[in-house]
């Protein structure tokens, strides 16, 4: 079975400032999906960056990137210059293939600080 | 233009009453999801279907019946609603395939059963 973890239930970053929110999975796939989503407190879950298992280059989306780790499983998530619009529940989630099941994290709770 | 529509947004219900939520998307996708978010934000799947079969099935009471008139819906029926059932229910579609198969998620709706 696949589990994906969030280790930080909350974390909090100021104004401008960079932030890293840490994912690690478990799977003994090897072709496989990873997600990074927000969720803002209108609720709405919203796509921030996907990264291709088969892929060894970081996946980059304007101030969001990740730092992929294939062998150690780990999936984390960069926010440069971090704005207030930032603030909302992060999600890591893994996507088998085939089949396409999502898998979700806990969820990081992160507040930016003004 | 909304691509992952679902209606209502808010649902306030009393215990053993039955209750449809609808879900459509109008993004051509093969692929249609239910998950429930529960208050503490976990994120689990309960459903998917494929072209207006069902895929996925999770452990859900049978009270739960998904019911897909065509690729575009997605409802979701719940009978002799309980107090557990209350949590945010989000519908979601994707296109498998190796390069489109990001998840796109409604609103959500928010059920509370008192």
């Known amino acids: 079975a696949q589990t994906v973890t969030q280790s930080q239930p909350e974390m909090s970053v100021q104004e401008a400032e960079t932030v890293t929110l840490s994912c690690t999975y478990d799977t003994s796939e090897n072709n496989y999906y990873l997600f990074w989503y927000k969720q803002p407190p209108s609720r709405q879950m919203i796509l921030v960056i996907r990264q291709e298992a088969y892929k060894q280059q970081n996946a980059t989306e304007n101030r969001f990137s990740v730092n992929f780790q294939k062998a150690a499983k780990s999936f984390s998530l960069k926010i440069s210059d971090s704005q207030l619009g930032d603030t909302a529940m992060y999600f890591c989630a893994f996507m088998r293939l085939p089949g396409n099941q999502f898998y979700f994290g806990t969820g990081t709770s992160l507040t930016v600080i003004p | 233009d909304t691509a992952v529509s679902q209606t209502p947004k808010y649902l306030v219900t009393q215990m053993g009453n039955d209750k449809s939520i609808k ?40 009270r739960f019946s998904p019911k897909s ?12 609603l309980e107090l557990g059932d209350s949590a945010v229910y989000f519908c979601a579609s994707s296109q498998p395939g190796l390069y489109t ?10 059920l509370t059963v008192l």
Request: net charge neutral; hydrophobic share 25%; proline share 5%.
């Open chain 2, 69 to 80: 008139p065509d690729k575009a819906h997605l409802n979701l029926h719940i009978n002799s």
């Open chain 2, 23 to 62: 879900c459509e998307q109008n993004l051509g996708h093969d692929t249609m999801y239910w998950y429930k978010q529960d208050s503490k934000k976990f994120l689990k799947i309960m459903f998917s279907y494929n072209n207006k079969e069902l895929i996925i099935n999770e452990t859900v009471p049978n």
């Open chain 2, 101 to 110: 198969d990001t998840q796109y998620f409604g609103p959500g709706t928010r």
